[in-house]
């Protein structure tokens, strides 16, 4: 499965941009939106049958499990300006000057600005691939919404695109999107 993708600055963009996709026949099955959390996402979903995922909520809900695949522990909220852990025995650090395995970390924000971020690692299990996760990742960071069109395994040719791909990245474009992926 494969995603357009488009980043939109305001929840209207996102509801036109959800609602425009429906029409041009993708179901809200094949939409996918990411927010950075509730805040960012209550008027998308209240006005569209689309639900919006929060990142926040995932990254944290992982890192409470355990499960976010970085070895960091008690990350403290995007914004917040200082990020604190504890890398788990037997993980790389990634973060912070910690020299080795087990050291206490401190850098900036783990959940945005790292290669391989929990944030990161949630659009990738969520179906965004390649640069365009790094790229979401820093887009949902500074608020954008995130919507993605699933335009199955969709390829052009020479002439006009009449895929999928095609079809969505026309909305996007008309609505508005600051950048197309």
Do not use: W
Request: proline fraction near 3%; charge should be negative; hydrophobic fraction near 45%.
């Amino acid at each position: 499965m494969a995603y357009e993708i488009g980043i939109f600055h305001t929840e209207q963009q996102a509801i036109n941009a959800v609602q425009a996709l429906e029409a041009e026949g993708f179901s809200n099955h094949a939409i996918k939106v990411f927010a950075k959390d509730r805040e960012h996402s209550h008027r998308v979903e209240a006005e569209t049958d689309v639900h919006a995922d929060e990142l926040n909520e995932i990254t944290a809900a992982r890192d409470q499990a355990g499960e976010d695949g970085d070895g960091l522990i008690g990350i403290v909220g995007p914004g917040a300006g200082v990020v604190a852990g504890t890398y788990l025995a037997g993980t790389p650090s990634a973060v912070g000057a910690a020299p080795y395995y087990g050291a206490p970390a401190i850098g900036g924000s783990a959940v945005f600005g790292d290669d391989d971020s929990p944030m990161e690692s949630a659009l990738r299990d969520l179906g965004i691939t390649g640069d365009a996760a790094t790229t979401c990742r820093d887009a949902i960071a500074e608020g954008a919404i995130i919507v993605a069109a699933d335009i199955g395994n969709a390829s052009g040719n020479d002439g006009p695109n009449l895929t999928a791909a095609g079809s969505a990245e026309a909305v996007f474009r008309r609505i508005g999107a600051s950048a197309v992926l």
